[in-house]
């Protein structure tokens, strides 16, 4: 899991974007969607599939949309990924050739490796919070900061 899949990287610009407006409100679905380039569609399912994580929930209404429920520097990236691809099995493979019946049964001699990449890219994603990625968009002046 280099990079995540687009669904994913979706979810973690979603999360970015509440993070950005934390204790602004509720932030409306289509700001959201806007504001990170996320087709309107996929956002619906994705924050309802989140609002179960306990990090995001939602106030209907009017003046309703989408917050974080805890703060940016308590997010970890690696938390939002783990609760995504919690229907995985923790003995699926990340690579294999195959997702029904991979043809090494056991026998695959890059296993070892893509656990090993597998873990060190979560060790990147878990000490990278939302605050995190705030603080870096600001400090490098990018278009979209606060």
Known sequence: ?????????YA???????????D????????IAAAQSIPLRFLEVILNQLKASG????KRG??????LVKPPNQVSVGDVLRFLSRDLSPSDCIACVSKTSCPFDGRCAFS?????VKQAAFDIYDETSFQDLI???RDAG?????
């Open 24 to 31: 602004q409100g509720p932030v409306k679905i289509s700001d």
């Open 112 to 116: 070892s490796l893509w656990i090993r």
């Open 62 to 67: 009017f003046y309703g949309g989408y917050f």
């Open 142 to 146: 990018w278009p979209g900061e606060q």
């Open 55 to 58: 990090i995001v929930d939602s």
């Open 12 to 22: 973690l610009r979603a999360i970015f974007e509440l993070a950005k407006h934390m």
């Open 135 to 137: 603080d870096r968009e």
């Open 1 to 9: 899991m280099l990079v995540p899949p687009k669904k994913n990287q």
